[in-house]
């Protein structure tokens, strides 16, 4: 199943496209085009001039149009203070949100504020803010861990064993190309990690062979892409335009690929999306379900064993 299975994937035809290229000296602006842009596509706009992840686009477009939904569809320009802190109070109140869901709603209205509607009349800095409580992380025994990848097969097993033994982030090891893991140094390069950083970290031994056969199986996959008339992939910023024929190579290519093809009107052509997180979400939770296992367990509570093992101070104590 693909990431894109979130957006709005339709085929990329006729008026599907979002976005119209430039105008040429001379041409004549569509009526519609002339009016002043709509206050969500201003939003976005204002998004993707910072480059805020996609999931940021997602999250602040859905808060401020609850925001304005709330208050009857009234226009932001025409609310204050005071509709602020009634929404956010409602938030906490009746619909029992938690503090950073709170604060996240908060974020995105400020932005809608600040940077779309170039509004700071001084009281945006002195709503209160939630206080986010500090919790525990859940963190598995040895044994725990052994029974739970014992439970595992397959690609799920495969993604497993990068996040306990690199310590890669569930996104990180999703959006991983092949181009990114040397096998003769035992080195990931995990590129735009949290904080749109890049680090290196360690390729576990016991994957290494596993996952060298894993990548001849895409390789033989994107083979067949290519000869369908597919094979393309989404590049970084724009590479695809410096680059014309690089989202073709196969070091481009995602390590785990979806199993399917699809149209991301974000990137135009039919092309094969990295796999949804829900597939190694399912997989580790079915595969402690099986292991008798009652901890909470998901993708992230490999990360925090590999964490408790490199530095166990964190934690406050060590397996």
């Known amino acids: 199943m693909s990431e894109a299975r979130l957006l709005r994937v339709v085929p990329v035809t006729g008026s599907t496209l979002a976005r119209p290229g430039p105008l040429r000296a001379g041409a004549v602006v569509p009526a519609a085009a002339q009016h002043k842009a709509k206050l969500l596509d201003q939003v976005r706009d204002a998004i993707r001039t910072r480059h805020y992840s996609y999931r940021t686009e997602e999250a602040y477009v859905g808060w401020i149009k609850r925001f304005i939904l709330f208050h009857g569809k009234r226009h932001p320009a025409d609310m204050g203070k005071a509709e602020i802190e009634h929404f956010l109070t409602a938030l906490a109140v009746k619909r029992k949100v938690a503090a950073s869901t709170q604060n996240q709603a908060l974020a995105a209205i400020l932005f809608l504020y600040k940077d779309v509607l170039g509004c700071d009349?001084?009281?945006?800095?002195?709503?209160?803010r939630?206080?986010?409580?500090?919790?525990?992380?859940?963190?598995?025994?040895?044994?725990?861990?052994?029974?739970?990848?014992?439970?595992?097969?397959?690609?799920?097993?495969?993604?497993?064993m990068l996040l306990y033994g690199s310590g890669l982030r569930l996104k990180e090891c999703l959006r991983l190309r092949v181009k990114d893991i040397d096998f003769t140094r035992n080195e990931i390069v995990v590129r735009e990690g949290k904080g749109k950083k890049d680090r290196v970290t360690m390729l576990p031994t016991a994957v290494k062979e596993p996952l060298r056969a894993h990548l001849e199986r895409v390789r033989r996959l994107h083979e067949r892409d290519l000869a369908a008339g597919f094979g393309r992939v989404a590049l970084p910023d724009a590479l695809a335009r410096k680059y014309p024929n690089a989202d073709r190579e196969f070091g481009w290519q995602w390590v785990f690929p979806a199993s399917r093809i699809c149209t991301d009107p974000r990137f135009g052509?039919?092309?094969?999306?990295?796999?949804?997180?829900?597939?190694?979400?399912?997989?580790?939770?079915?595969?402690?379900?099986?292991?008798g296992l009652i901890k909470p367990v998901g993708p992230h509570t490999m990360r925090h064993y590999a964490e408790s093992r490199i530095m166990p101070s964190r934690l406050g104590f060590a397996l």
């Open 121 to 128: 009349p001084g009281w945006l800095d002195d709503i209160v």
């Open 130 to 160: 939630a206080k986010r409580p500090q919790r525990l992380p859940t963190v598995l025994t040895r044994h725990e861990v052994a029974a739970l990848l014992g439970a595992l097969t397959g690609v799920g097993w495969l993604m497993a």
């Open 269 to 291: 052509a039919p092309q094969r999306y990295h796999l949804h997180k829900s597939v190694p979400q399912r997989a580790i939770h079915d595969a402690a379900r099986r292991a």
